[in-house]
């Protein structure tokens, strides 16, 4: 299952996702740095503006649930940025792309 957080506009979410970047860094290193874990970052329409949201990979399950993400789909590999984990994974999870 993957999940999402919505950080809003994507200007005042910089410490915020500084933050979770951290976390998510130091949980794939004690994980053993699997290949299918990974946090992807995309901005999506959200009104008058965009807004960061933040999507982790069903690996990176643990430290999205302590940070009250929300189930989702798999989103769209189109337009996904890496924002921490395994490089592999867009590959891994996204065999089309």
């Known amino acids: 299952m ?3 957080i919505a950080l809003g506009d994507p200007l005042l979410a910089i ?3 500084e933050q979770i970047k ?3 860094e130091t949980a794939f290193d ?3 740095e699997p290949d299918d874990m990974a946090v992807f970052t995309r ?3 959200g ?3 965009c807004e960061l949201c933040l999507y982790f990979t069903p690996a990176a399950a ?3 649930r302590a940070l009250n993400a929300t189930p989702c789909k798999a989103p769209e590999p189109d337009g996904l ?3 921490a984990g395994s490089q592999r994974a867009l590959r891994l999870l996204f065999p089309e792309c």
Do not use: C, F, I
Request: charged fraction near 20%.
């Open 62 to 64: 643990t430290v999205a």
């Open 22 to 24: 951290a976390g998510v």
């Open 43 to 45: 901005y999506e329409s």
């Open 47 to 49: 009104g008058l503006h």
């Open 2 to 4: 993957w999940l999402r």
């Open 81 to 83: 940025s890496l924002l």
């Open 30 to 32: 004690e994980a053993g």
């Open 15 to 17: 410490d915020e996702q």
